[in-house]
């Protein structure tokens, strides 16, 4: 391979907005058979919008939103944006109002403030944690809110029975679905939707005309899974969902102890490990600096049809070299 021919097809890239790291990473991008996507912020938007507030067990709506605010707007995660997002009101960034939105937060419609939050944490993968100091007819009161997936909270020892049927019911129907618990009990369930991008069905099709095999990967649910996969063009069978930050490494690994090349295409800081064990990393240029830092190439415009115009132009140039 010469040079020039490399550093042409490099610089080619970087006209389409696909910066590759070094000449040698087109080699890797022409053998890759399989390409696994991550599907938040890189199949779908990546901004989840609260749809729906479920409280059970005579909850009240607005205390369900309004404590599960407090907690998430300390936290980055577009669960988290979007939660917090929908207590504040219309907000930037495409954040839907929830209805009945902020002047349902507490009968006074005060938003608890960050500084009324202690011991916040933030579970990758599972939700937050935090206790939140609320005011009760002048009586101050601690409460320890736990917000995130159902089956984290029921590990954490939370009664969730009251929400396991609406949790079903929304997952079923492609959403996601947070539960919102507060000293030890299951007070609610927030039901959010994350669009998937435009050009995202297009972007599968040209990878299957290349031959690529594309597998969707994901911490969320089944259901939610399933839906973004079906209206992408990914079979069902080619779905892993709900996999921990941690085990999305071991997703990619086990395809290539198959006998396969992957690429992985990733924009989270969840997706940092997986991209550097892919035989390629291809990161989101609007995701996250530590995805960016551990992958080979970046879409710079998010859009995962560059994906595909990566291996197509890896394959032309080489073509030519050989
Ligand atoms: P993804 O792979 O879709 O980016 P994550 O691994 O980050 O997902 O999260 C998996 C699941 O954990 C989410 O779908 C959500 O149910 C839950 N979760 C993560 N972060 C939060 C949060 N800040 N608040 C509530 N739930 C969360
Ligand atoms: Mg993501």
């Given at each position: ?14 006209q389409?907005?696909i ?52 907690v ?12 917090a ?74 009664a ?31 039901v ?40 992408v ?74 994906a ?7 394959r ?7």
């Amino acid at each position: 391979a010469t040079p020039t021919a490399l550093l042409v097809g490099t610089g080619r890239g970087a006209q389409l907005g696909i910066l590759i790291k070094g000449p040698e990473i087109l080699e890797q991008t022409r053998r890759v058979d399989t390409v696994v996507l991550d599907k938040t912020g890189t199949v779908t938007e990546g901004r989840m919008a609260l749809v729906d507030v479920v409280p059970v067990d005579g909850a009240d709506r607005a205390e369900v939103l309004r404590l599960a605010a407090a907690v998430e707007q300390l936290a980055e995660h577009p669960v988290a944006h979007a939660i917090a997002g929908a207590a504040h009101g219309p907000a930037e960034g495409g954040v839907d109002r929830v209805e009945g939105g902020v002047d349902r937060v507490g009968a006074d419609g005060v938003v608890i403030g960050a500084d009324q939050v202690h011991d916040f944490r933030a579970h990758a993968g599972h939700g937050v944690s935090g206790v939140v100091r609320v005011a009760h007819s002048g009586i101050d009161l601690s409460r320890r809110v736990l917000v995130g997936r159902l089956g984290w909270l029921r590990d954490e020892g939370v009664a969730t029975a009251p929400v396991e049927a609406a949790v079903r019911a929304a997952e079923d129907d492609g959403a996601t679905a947070v539960v919102a618990a507060w000293d030890g009990v299951a007070r609610g369930v927030l039901v959010l939707r994350d669009p998937v991008k435009a050009s995202s069905a297009q972007a599968v099709a040209d990878l299957r005309d290349l031959g690529l095999r594309p597998v969707l990967l994901t911490g969320d649910n089944l259901g939610a899974a399933r839906a973004a996969a079906r209206s992408v063009g990914i079979a069902q069978e080619d779905v892993v969902a709900q996999v921990l930050p941690a085990d999305k490494v071991a997703v990619v690994e086990r395809l290539q102890s198959q006998g396969r090349r992957v690429a992985m295409v990733g924009d989270g800081v969840n997706d940092a490990a997986a991209l550097a064990a892919a035989d390629l990393g291809l990161a989101m240029g609007t995701g996250t600096d530590v995805a960016i830092e551990a992958a080979d190439v970046t879409l710079v415009r998010g859009d995962l049809r560059t994906a595909a115009q990566a291996v197509r132009l890896s394959r032309r140039t080489l073509r030519i070299i050989q």
